[in-house]
């Protein structure tokens, strides 16, 4: 299937104030944030990328017309000639479609319309998010279903406590956000084309298109409580680097495969909630 990436917004949250180097392309070891969830999508078989640029796109194209093979991969060079032990990206389809500065991400799908229609269903995400979740479960489990889309429903990442109170304003009771049993909403969707439609010029994809499905039954959520970390600010982005230099890379299913030597996977999303 096809991977609609959201690339494109200004990631006011992660700025430095001094770079205009777009959020997914934040690093996270030698590679960036969307080469990171490009990957997980590959690893299951999904390696046809559409990227909706905007802001920053230069930094991005620029990446990959110049992606070096060399970082992530075991090499040879002999005689001066390179010779790959292995590769990443060559495998892989990327559609560069500018969708405007400004565009909110629902009108950023609506301009890449035409290269997903047609098409049974597609992938789509906001490109700044990490997760192991089993995308082949739930995929296979919405296309057994009726509904026109469905997105990972995790539990909420904030450290906020709750408090309940009485006419009197006395606190009855306090707890952590996360033991009110809610959820939200993981970045990870599968959609039909249909939710296009459902769109309006300059509109969301969750708050126009996902709001009406809902209220029809046709939105299905996958929850998810394994390793999920968004990557908003600078602190959760030097946490993923914390975590990927000292070997705990839950998200990169793809090194299981290969079997490498690493400590055992700590839980990010403790520390995350801990911190």
């Not at 700025?15 to 969307?34: A, E, N, T, Y």
């Not at 990171?36 to 046809?48: I, L, N, S, T, W």
């Not at 996958?222 to 999920?228: D, N, Q, R, T």
């Not at 400590?263 to 995350?272: D, G, I, N, R, Y």
Request: hydrophobic residues 40%.
């Amino acid at each position: 299937m096809k991977v609609v990436l959201f690339c494109g917004g200004f990631g006011m949250r992660m700025r430095d104030g001094d770079s205009d180097v777009p959020k997914p392309m934040q690093m996270v070891g030698p590679r960036p944030l969307i080469w990171h969830v490009m990957r997980y999508y590959a690893h299951f078989g999904h390696k046809e990328f559409i990227l909706c640029l905007g802001y920053g796109a230069h930094h991005i194209k620029d990446y990959f017309l110049n992606y070096r093979e060399t970082e992530s991969n075991d090499f040879v060079l002999r005689e001066g000639a390179i010779e790959l032990g292995g590769s990443d990206i060559a495998d892989w389809t990327i559609h560069f479609v500018h969708t405007g500065l400004e565009s909110p991400i629902g009108e950023r799908l609506r301009r890449v319309r035409h290269l997903v229609d047609g098409d049974e269903m597609f992938l789509a995400n906001y490109a700044d998010v990490l997760t192991d979740a089993p995308l082949d479960q739930m995929v296979k489990r919405f296309s057994d279903s009726d509904a026109e889309a469905a997105l990972l429903a995790v539990l909420p990442q904030a450290v906020f406590h709750i408090v309940e109170s009485d006419d009197e304003d006395r606190i009855t009771s306090i707890h952590p956000v996360t033991d009110m049993g809610v959820r939200e909403n993981g970045g990870y969707f599968v959609l039909r084309p249909s939710v296009i439609d459902r769109i309006p010029e300059n509109g969301d994809l969750v708050g126009d298109a996902c709001t009406a499905l809902a209220a029809e039954g046709k939105l299905m959520g996958y929850p998810y409580e394994g390793f999920w970390l968004p990557a908003d600010t600078l602190k959760e982005r030097n946490q993923l680097e914390a975590s990927y230099r000292a070997g705990s890379r839950p998200w990169m299913l793809w090194e299981k495969e290969q079997g490498p030597d690493l400590p055992p996977l700590e839980s990010l999303v403790t520390q995350h909630l801990q911190s």
